[in-house]
């Protein structure tokens, strides 16, 4: 699947972009050029040698606060994807084979957290358990996880009629072993496509709870309480939330690309696709002049 997402541009450009975002998150703090603490009196100034994009209203530098901050953001949104993987994909899949009761129970708590507003949510568990980042996402990941419940059910319930899952079935397979050796591989396309979209929503959530203030305690850095800080100040710098700005939406977007990528090339769509490139590849096969001097 790797090598199919990458032959399309968009799984190429959304690669590049995740990674350069994941270096910032692992190199970030080791690549800002100040400490992103330090205070000065050189407060709201504009781009300069020193200091790429100008200091806030504290003298801190910003660039460094930017690199510092990405391991957050970057951390947070992953809590998400992984949790909600997790907790709902798991249970998606075992609802098919454990009984209407198990069934019955776990379609009636993901249709209850679809209903409940993860965003006020996370806020509320935060205001009890304290103003950590962790418990948040790990809420939020719950939250997240009736999409992968839905998408792991329905991709199960598409193979566990199969013949062969049957046959598996009749001869005294654990639903482990069926699971690991048939289910598994046919779910992973949907389930992918649902990872990439859900770390997107990661960074949005990380993003909005650390705007807001929560989860991450001041000073440390990250993008929402960077965004948050230039905001009240943009009278003295009108271009400063551009940075983090654009940081999050390439990063919502570009996860979002890569979702978009593994849809067109998995099941039907990817067959269809390889299909199509390779009968243009014969047609320009045909087309192509034979060298002069002999035949191709």
Do not use: C
Request: aromatic share 6%; proline share 6%; net charge positive.
């Amino acid at each position: 699947m790797v090598r199919r997402v990458l032959s399309l541009s968009s799984g190429r450009i959304a690669a590049v972009v995740l990674t350069v975002i994941a270096l910032l998150a692992l190199l970030g703090p080791w690549l800002a050029p100040h400490d992103p603490l330090a205070t000065s009196d050189n407060t709201l100034a504009a781009a300069s040698g020193p200091h790429w994009l100008g200091t806030d209203y504290l003298g801190r530098d910003v660039l460094s606060r930017l690199l510092d901050g990405s391991r957050v953001s970057v951390l947070g949104s992953l809590e998400v994807a992984l949790t909600a993987l997790v907790v709902g994909a798991v249970p998606g899949i075992l609802s098919v084979y454990w009984g209407r009761v198990f069934e019955w129970t776990t379609l009636r708590l993901a249709d209850t957290l679809v209903a409940l507003p993860f965003l006020l949510f996370a806020v509320a568990v935060v205001a009890l358990l304290g103003n950590g980042l962790t418990q948040a996402m790990l809420v939020t990941g719950v939250l997240v996880s009736p999409l992968f419940y839905r998408v792991a059910r329905a991709a199960t319930l598409a193979v566990a009629r199969s013949p062969y899952v049957e046959a598996a079935l009749v001869s005294g397979a654990s639903t482990g072993w069926i699971v690991r050796r048939h289910v598994w591989g046919k779910i992973l396309p949907p389930v992918a496509v649902a990872l990439a979209q859900t770390i997107g929503v990661g960074f949005v959530i990380v993003s909005s709870l650390t705007f807001l203030g929560i989860g991450v305690q001041p000073p440390a850095p990250t993008w929402g309480g960077l965004l948050a800080s230039d905001l009240g100040y943009l009278s003295h710098r009108p271009w400063a939330p551009v940075a983090p700005a654009l940081l999050i939406m390439a990063t919502v977007w570009a996860s979002n690309l890569l979702a978009d990528a593994i849809r067109d090339v998995s099941g039907e769509a990817g067959r269809a696709l390889l299909d199509r490139r390779g009968a243009r590849a014969d047609r320009l096969d045909k087309t192509d002049p034979a060298p002069a001097g002999g035949a191709r």
